[in-house]
């Protein structure tokens, strides 16, 4: 049972927008930002959005993340085949002192 | 820009010591904006922070594996490493280091990852 709580699959097809959603709670994403990272198939996990909503240098801005209380979401527009991934959320939890996941979400493009 | 690159044993033995160590290149591992990290993911399952490590040895590690993890930097060489003790099946995964750069930023770059199978 992952401490974040993400759906496990979502889907859409090229072109269209997406959302995943994170939540969590006052010790983690009520009180620090979220991350996000996307792990293509067979690869490591790469940054994806950090601090909430921003991306790092090389990431297409289809991809944006937003933060409000204790959830978050990533929005991917303008689908692609090659997003097909698995997306995880993250963040420091304050009560465990350390970095919590969540169960991550299997975006397939149909 | 920073390489990481982990290595050790792909096979362990129940009840005995995971060892892996992470060598960091491209880059400097002494700075105080950022920790080193190990995660761990078992096949088809998610991402599990172990823990990580300051280069000035300051330590934070998951409260679900503390008793058994310790994890230490050699700067001299650019490497850092996790220890896992008393194994069992349930710790077979890849596990993957990564930079830590804390509450705002995350883990970036990670390393590929290795495969650790815990079995006799």
């Known amino acids: 049972q992952s401490v974040l709580t993400q759906p496990p699959s979502a889907s859409g097809t090229p072109g269209q927008r997406v959302t995943i959603s994170c939540s969590g709670s006052s010790s983690n994403i009520g009180t620090n930002t979220v991350n996000w990272y996307q792990q293509l198939p067979g690869t490591a996990p790469k940054l994806l959005i950090y601090s909430n909503n921003q991306r790092p240098s090389g990431v297409p801005d289809r991809f944006s993340g937003s933060k409000s209380g204790t959830s978050a979401s990533l929005a991917i527009s303008g689908l692609q085949t090659e997003d097909e991934a698995d997306y995880y959320c993250a963040a420091w939890d304050d009560s465990l002192n350390g970095w919590v996941f969540g169960g991550g979400t299997r975006l397939t493009v149909l | 820009q920073v390489q990481l690159q982990e290595s050790g044993p792909g096979l362990v033995k129940p009840s005995q010591t995971l060892s892996l160590t992470c060598t960091v290149s491209g880059g400097s591992i002494s700075s105080d904006s950022f920790y080193w990290s190990w995660i761990r993911q078992p096949a088809g399952k998610g991402l599990e922070w172990i823990g990580h490590?300051?280069?000035?040895?300051?330590?934070n590690y998951n409260p679900s594996l503390r008793s058994r993890v310790t994890i230490s930097v050699d700067t001299s060489k650019k490497q850092f490493s996790l220890k896992l003790s008393s194994v069992t099946a349930a710790d077979t995964a890849v596990y993957y280091c990564a930079r830590d750069w804390g509450y705002i930023a995350g883990f970036d770059p990670w390393g590929q990852g290795t495969l650790v199978t815990v079995s006799s």
């Open positions: 490590i300051s280069t000035s040895g300051s330590t």
